[in-house]
């Protein structure tokens, strides 16, 4: 399995209803990042969360890390059609320059 | 913007042709990527540069050659490449390496390999 896997791998939901995406992973990390894909464009960072945080708050974001359970979710309240694109969460390990990807989530909000 | 560009945007190139990607952030960073993002795969770490010195090389085919001239340029050189070589190609740029820093993506060049 892969470090950081999204689930579910997509999720389809009405305007102002909020998604909640999950991540899980393997080994232990210094911190999880969210990204967010427009259909074939480039990541945009969302939101960072250390390992010895447990909640985090940007806008309509909300961010969640269990480090017990090796997992994170994403929730996105009161959702809007442009929150359409495809979630990615990164883990970082250690000091290492490299980012794990997981394969994301396709988030639909129809409108 | 993120501050990360890349051109060009969209390229079709024969097996036998030579092109190069370009990539330019505005940032101030000190830290560039190279990734390919193919359909239903997660994102694959190429090549990754700290102060214009190549630290990481993912086991990626010689017919990807990367160059860093400088701090906030990074191309990729491609030659002779395979149909499952198209993909999106995304450059991005970081503060620093380590300590798993985010990472700003530029918007990607489009590359199709006939």
């Known amino acids: 399995s892969q470090q950081g896997e999204e689930d579910p791998q997509a999720l389809s939901i009405q305007e102002g209803e909020n998604a909640t995406m999950n991540c899980s992973y393997k080994t232990s990390i210094n911190n999880l990042q969210w990204y967010r894909q427009n259909s074939g464009r480039g990541l945009v960072h969302l939101i960072l969360i250390r390992s010895n945080e447990r909640e985090k708050h940007s806008g309509r974001l909300r961010v969640t890390l269990d480090t017990s359970k090796k997992s994170s979710s994403l929730l996105i309240t009161a959702s809007r059609a442009a929150d359409t694109a495809s979630y990615f969460c990164?883990?970082?390990?250690?000091?290492?320059?490299?980012?794990?990807f997981g394969e994301g989530t396709q988030l639909t909000v129809n409108p | 913007e993120t501050g990360v560009t890349q051109t060009p945007r969209h390229l079709v190139m024969g097996m036998t042709n030579k092109k190069s990607l370009k990539c330019e952030q505005h940032l101030g960073h000190n830290a560039m990527y190279w990734y390919k993002q193919s359909a239903k795969k997660p994102l694959e770490l190429m090549f990754v540069y700290s102060l214009e010195e190549r630290v990481e090389n993912n086991s990626v085919p010689s017919r990807f050659s990367p160059e860093c001239p400088n701090s906030s340029h990074l191309f990729l050189h491609l030659h002779t490449l395979q149909p499952e070589d198209s993909a999106l190609y995304l450059c991005?740029?970081?503060?620093?390496?380590?300590?798993?820093?985010?990472?700003?993506f530029g918007p990607g060049t489009r590359l199709t390999v006939t």
């Open positions: 991005a740029s970081s503060q620093a390496i380590g300590q798993g820093y985010e990472q700003y």
């Open positions: 990164a883990t970082a390990r250690g000091s290492g320059s490299r980012l794990t």
